[in-house]
């Protein structure tokens, strides 16, 4: 096992090997600087990363790596200069890429997010936006359009519909695709709306599926799925390609809904709550 190790179990023997020091990763796209290179021209880009060490509760990966909390970040940030500069959201994101086949997955999106009619009860603020994203900078295209509304009341999220445009070149499996992408939304939807492990000083308390909030079947919104099949080009992976647009898509709707600007996942009613008071 040598004198360091990451495994828990060697931590807790009688005697005890030591933890492994935390290290950074270089690989390109890997750990939590994955998706941190906006795939937008942008000049002067400058992108850092800061390695903690001796944490005293012991982190791991959560699906899609850094991916998800980058994504949220950036295509944030992409809506929020656009209202600064005075400019369309989706035009802003057009006008900063050079890839055609981005450019389609976003536009093919939007047209089908600003047909769609949404049921709108009373009671509720309703708003709808989209997010963007190449996996890795180098696998599926992907964009996520979202439509929710927000109770005034109790400030709970309700997801209503969401349109997914994806390009993962040339299509083998249709209906395969078409889950995968559909399942990675439900799940980011789940962390972005619920999920949240609560921790003490040195572990974590949440023990227990029971009490350990997540989405369920109600809560789930309709959603469609635009496939753009790249006859002759080759597959690209698709695996985890919706999980990063998907917080921000969600975040973006709920700024066009409120507009509150939230940067903490998840979106608590409680937390929404304290940023309408602010």
């Given at each position: 096992?040598?004198?360091?190790?990451?495994?828990?179990?060697?931590?807790?023997?009688?005697?005890?090997v030591p933890r492994a020091q935390a290290r950074s990763l270089l690989a390109?796209?890997?750990?939590?600087?994955?998706?941190a290179d906006p795939y937008y021209e942008i000049p002067e880009k400058r992108i850092i990363k800061n390695l903690i060490k001796d944490k005293k509760v012991r982190t791991s990966s959560t699906r899609s790596l850094g991916a998800f909390a980058n994504v949220f970040a950036i295509e944030s940030s992409m809506n929020e200069?656009?209202?600064?500069?005075?400019?369309?959201?989706?035009?802003?994101?057009?006008?900063?890429?050079k890839d055609i086949r981005a450019k389609e997955v976003i536009k093919s999106a939007a047209v089908r997010l600003n047909e769609y009619r949404s049921i709108e009860l009373a009671g509720y603020q309703y708003g709808r936006s989209l997010a963007f994203s190449r996996y890795k900078n180098s696998k599926?295209?992907?964009?996520?359009?979202?439509?929710?509304?927000?109770?005034?009341?109790?400030?709970?999220?309700?997801?209503?519909?969401?349109?997914?445009?994806?390009?993962?070149?040339?299509?083998?499996?249709?209906d395969g695709l078409t889950n995968q992408l559909?399942?990675?939304v439900i799940q980011a939807a789940s962390w972005t709306l619920k999920e949240t492990v609560q921790f003490d000083e040195y572990a974590s308390?949440?023990?227990?599926?029971?009490?350990?909030?997540?989405?369920?079947?109600?809560?789930?919104?309709?959603?469609?799925?635009?496939?753009?099949?790249?006859?002759?080009a080759p597959s690209l992976g698709a695996?985890?390609?919706t999980q990063g647009p998907s917080p921000a898509a969600i975040g973006n709707a709920v700024?066009?809904?409120?507009?509150?600007?939230?940067?903490?996942?998840?979106?608590?009613?409680?937390?929404?709550r304290s940023l309408a008071l602010d």
């Open positions: 096992m040598g004198e360091a190790s990451n495994l828990v179990a060697a931590w807790q023997k009688a005697d005890k390109v796209h890997g750990g939590i600087h994955r998706n200069l656009a209202l600064t500069n005075g400019q369309n959201a989706i035009q802003f994101r057009l006008d900063h890429l599926c295209y992907a964009t996520v359009g979202v439509i929710l509304g927000v109770n005034q009341e109790t400030f709970e999220i309700s997801l209503q519909h969401t349109v997914i445009s994806a390009d993962a070149g040339q299509i083998i499996d249709a559909e399942e990675e308390v949440s023990d227990n599926w029971d009490s350990y909030p997540i989405l369920t079947f109600p809560e789930v919104p309709t959603i469609e799925t635009i496939l753009l099949n790249q006859l002759g695996g985890e390609a700024f066009d809904a409120t507009g509150i600007r939230i940067r903490e996942i998840p979106f608590l009613p409680e937390r929404m």
